[in-house]
């Protein structure tokens, strides 16, 4: 019995694709393109089976579309600048370029060793300045344009590392690597317009038909268009007003108070007359401003002792509160506290005894509505509203905004909870923002004959902070408009500009511009883009709002990027911690009799934790080399896609890459070991098959068809079931049955030809051994013969009086006195009808026959 040479062939095969540039593409408008591109990764280090599930996948559809005639483009590169680099630059003494690009090398090896089909001539890294020059022109160019701007912001400050926090590293309030208390700062950070695209990202979400329905609504939420009004209260004793949105003015009867945020302007005049007051704004400061973080914050307010006038009745007079869950960002920076229509409102004012008054009852309910600890939040009528009193919600709102109108107080108006993307990072490790501040002449962009403006390599993490405000030199330069002493701007780009266009580049790699616009038309979008659901708003909605800016611009003639978008599952194992609490590797243990899982190196107990998506934090992540060195790419490969939906997660064990490792074997035995002959290739067929060996020929031919409808709908675990059916079925004819040879090869070519996009280099081998000299790479994908796809018998549906009792295998379309004389001798029809003589018998062709006794 042989076995399958998995690193001979591996490498020869790879070899061979390689010479040959099987996957490097130019545009080509005489044949259809089908752009699929995996979110590129950051080079962190080594990559674990849970890395390569989404590569994989794009490279099953990728070879599968090449296969079907499509030029595709398939290109990979790196996501290369960002923080990780600098930790490693202070934890390690090493360069953040020369970690990096260490770290391409190993991973780009990696992805090699897979046999993904990339066009590796197209291969990018963001932190290159050939790459980064092109980004600078563009922030350039939407500066002109007014898509980028400066402005004062209140940001996530951590005080260790002197550095601004981006809400997804503050945990806890607290810094994610200094654990220091995060505090809220006002700094000047450059922003681009993304809420000028406000109306059309969120209508156009309707055009993503082939996007995933919750990565549509997470964006519809994310943009947030909201219809409200936006009024004042004033201020009772003073000549001033504080101004609020609300989404809600039907429910202004129930108002119990105003709340500001805590930087807003009457918070910090507050603040200055009463030390209390900026107490309390400095504890609220310590939150930082990542909405998740506020909303899971105990809610805390600070009565002021200022009164607001209520709009509708000047005799009703609402304290006004600093609170620490009204942001200054969203909105006015103000709201009015409705308590028993808002949970929020409802905790806040129950904390500091303020009164809970329903202006809304549930239809034919009365207006004695009882808030206990739940506000009521459901459609209804209005009570306790005066003029508004037993109107519904949508027409109570209309009216109130009517009203505010009338008193000159206020107007309907339409909100987006969508806010201008801040693209400020005080790091070093990112593309420079092209911009000198000069004294004399303020803003100066740096002209374009002088970019890119490069980082300098010179740089040392010694001191907290940004090292580019650090260096002694790189910073001071002159004026690009008077000529006098200025200085560069040391912020750089946060990194999710580099990922919002680089599917751009890739349709011109190697072009002088940021891209050829030709290249661009003929590729452009990206067919099918598969990614993490992680990145289902900001990175989507940012690469999305560059394409308009960038058409804006005159760079190109399209919205949207992505025309299709597919979210692959987790890839799971086990968690493993010893005695003291530390995370193992799936290697440092080991299961001993009995089941019981014990450290390798001394039988300590090993405490086995649910199974978690592979984290290098939890340590439970299966080496990719390792699985490769062992199994070979094309077990890792099959295994990530035959064992779950792909859109699920997917639990990886030692047993299931076992499993597919031997399936691997008995299909290249089934090739290699054929019981009998095969014809040659591309032998005539015989003009005598059995019958079994004509259903044989029917299951290869139904089954490519259920492959292919499969790779088109992404449901790869079924495609792998549907061959292991195959093989099975294979296994099971007799070989020597007249036609069983033909039949056979049929079947093992089939084999190999469905396997391809999963297994290529077990089906190159494969196809070498069936006498093919073309590569497999370079062969059509199989058609199904449309008359194989009908079975020529069918199983009927035999009654007595309606009931079902047996059925009956027939000719199909077979004649209908031979299905009445056949069914009527059936045992079980003979035994119900009792020796009574059939009234009739009701034949529906193909499907049931009933016997009426």
């Known amino acids: 019995m042989s076995r399958y040479n998995v690193r001979e062939n591996e490498d020869k095969w790879r070899a061979a694709w390689a010479d040959r540039r099987a996957f490097a593409v130019t545009e080509d408008p005489a044949r259809p393109k089908y752009y699929v591109l995996e979110m590129f990764p950051y080079p962190s280090g080594r990559l674990h089976v849970g890395h390569v599930r989404?590569?994989?996948?794009?490279?099953?559809?990728?070879?599968?579309?090449?296969?079907?005639?499509?030029?595709?483009?398939?290109?990979?590169?790196?996501?290369?600048?960002?923080l990780p680099a600098e930790n490693?630059?202070?934890?390690?003494?090493?360069?953040?370029?020369?970690?990096?690009?260490?770290?391409i090398g190993v991973m780009g090896d990696q992805l090699r060793r897979m046999g993904i089909a990339y066009d590796w001539n197209r291969e990018i890294a963001t932190c290159h300045p050939e790459y980064y020059r092109h980004e600078q022109k563009m922030f350039l160019d939407f500066l002109k344009a007014g898509l980028a701007y400066r402005k004062e912001s209140w940001v996530n400050w951590d005080p260790v590392e002197n550095t601004v926090l981006a809400n997804e590293q503050v945990i806890d309030g607290r810094g994610w690597r200094s654990g220091a208390p995060v505090e809220r700062r006002r700094l000047s950070q450059w922003f681009f317009k993304i809420t000028e695209f406000a109306d059309d990202l969120l209508a156009a979400i309707k055009t993503l038909d082939r996007w995933p329905e919750r990565v549509r609504l997470m964006?519809?939420?994310?943009?947030?268009?909201?219809?409200?009004?936006?009024?004042?209260f004033r201020l009772a004793g003073r000549d001033d007003s504080v101004e609020v949105y609300s989404t809600r003015p039907d429910t202004l009867f129930g108002a119990s108070f105003v709340a500001v945020s805590p930087n807003h302007p009457l918070a910090e005049e507050a603040a200055r007359a009463n030390p209390a007051v900026a107490a309390f704004i400095q504890e609220c400061s310590r939150l930082g401003t990542s909405e998740a973080v506020i909303e899971a914050a105990e809610k805390l307010g600070f009565d002021t002792g200022i009164k607001a006038v209520?709009?509708?009745?000047?005799?009703?007079?609402?304290?006004?509160?600093?609170?620490?869950?009204?942001?200054?960002e969203y909105g006015t920076g103000a709201i009015f506290g409705c308590p028993a229509h808002d949970q929020r409102d409802l905790d806040f004012a129950r904390k500091y005894g303020l009164p809970v008054l329903p202006v809304v009852a549930p239809p034919g309910g009365g207006a004695d509505v009882a808030i206990g600890d739940e506000a009521y939040t459901d459609p209804g009528v209005l009570v306790n509203s005066r003029f508004l009193d037993g109107l519904d919600v949508p027409e109570a709102k209309r009216r109130a905004i009517a009203r505010l109108e009338e008193l000159g107080c206020g107007s309907g108006e339409v909100q987006f909870r969508l806010r201008d993307w801040g693209v400020s990072r005080q790091r070093y490790w990112g593309c420079p923002i092209p911009i000198v501040h000069c004294e004399a002449c303020g803003i100066v962009p740096v002209p374009e004959s002088d970019l890119p403006v490069r980082l300098p390599e010179d740089v040392t993490f010694d001191r907290p902070g940004n090292p580019l405000d650090h260096h002694p030199t790189w910073k001071h330069v002159a004026c690009p408009s008077c000529g006098k002493p200025a200085r560069r701007e040391t912020d750089t780009f946060d990194t999710f500009v580099e990922s919002s266009w680089y599917f751009l580049r890739f349709c011109s790699a190697r072009d002088e511009n940021a891209f050829d616009r030709k290249a661009v038309d003929y590729w452009m979008p990206v067919d099918q883009y598969i990614g993490g659901v992680e990145h289902a708003v900001l990175h989507l909605l940012y690469s999305r709002f560059f394409m308009r800016a960038l058409s804006r611009c005159g760079y190109a003639d399209m919205a949207e990027p992505f025309a299709g978008l597919f979210t692959q599952g987790m890839v799971c194992h086990e968690t493993y911690q010893d005695p003291e609490g530390k995370w193992l590797f799936p290697e440092e243990v080991r299961r001993i009799e009995g089941g019981a899982v014990v450290t390798i190196d001394g039988d300590r107990p090993v405490t086995v934790g649910r199974s978690e998506k592979m984290s290098k934090s939890k340590k439970n992540v299966v080496g990719l080399e390792a699985i490769v060195e062992g199994f070979g790419a094309d077990t890792a490969r099959l295994f990530l896609l035959s064992d779950s939906p792909p859109e699920r997660d997917l639990e990886w064990t030692d047993g299931g890459a076992e499993g597919v490792w031997r399936f691997i074997n008995r299909v290249w035995r089934m090739v290699t070991e054929s019981p009998v002959a095969l014809p040659p290739a591309g032998a005539a067929r015989p003009d005598a098959i059995d019958p079994a060996g004509d259903a044989a020929l029917r299951l290869v031919h139904k089954t490519i068809q259920a492959v292919t409808e499969d790779l088109e709908g992404f449901r790869f675990n079924k495609a792998v079931a549907r061959i292991r059916e195959l093989v099975n079925g294979l296994g099971e004819l007799d070989p020597a049955l007249p036609g069983a040879p033909w039949v056979l090869r049929q079947g093992c070519e089939a084999a190999a030809q469905l396997l391809c996009p999963m297994t290529p280099h077990l089906s190159e081998e494969l196809w070498k051994e069936l006498g093919?000299?073309?590569?497999?790479?370079?062969?059509?994908?199989?058609?199904?013969d449309?008359?194989?796809?009908?079975?020529?018998?069918?199983?009927?549906?035999?009654?007595?009086?309606?009931?079902?009792r047996g059925t009956l295998d027939m000719p199909r379309d077979a004649d209908r006195a031979l299905i009445e004389r056949a069914a009527l001798e059936l045992p079980a029809v003979i035994r119900f009808a009792e020796g009574k003589p059939p009234r009739k018998v009701v034949v529906v062709p193909n499907r049931i026959v009933n016997v009426v006794v």
């Open 772 to 784: 093919h000299a073309a590569l497999l790479v370079d062969t059509p994908w199989p058609q199904a």
């Open 310 to 328: 209520h709009p509708f009745d000047e005799t009703i007079r609402l304290p006004v509160y600093v609170a620490n869950f009204v942001l200054m």
């Open 786 to 804: 449309a008359a194989l796809l009908v079975d020529d018998m069918v199983t009927l549906a035999v009654q007595v009086n309606g009931k079902l």
């Open 219 to 232: 964006q519809e939420n994310w943009i947030g268009r909201s219809e409200g009004a936006r009024f004042h």
């Open 88 to 103: 490693a630059a202070i934890a390690s003494r090493v360069h953040p370029a020369t970690w990096t690009y260490e770290n």
């Open 54 to 82: 989404n590569y994989t996948m794009g490279d099953v559809l990728a070879r599968y579309k090449r296969a079907r005639g499509f030029n595709v483009l398939h290109p990979m590169g790196w996501d290369a600048f960002g």
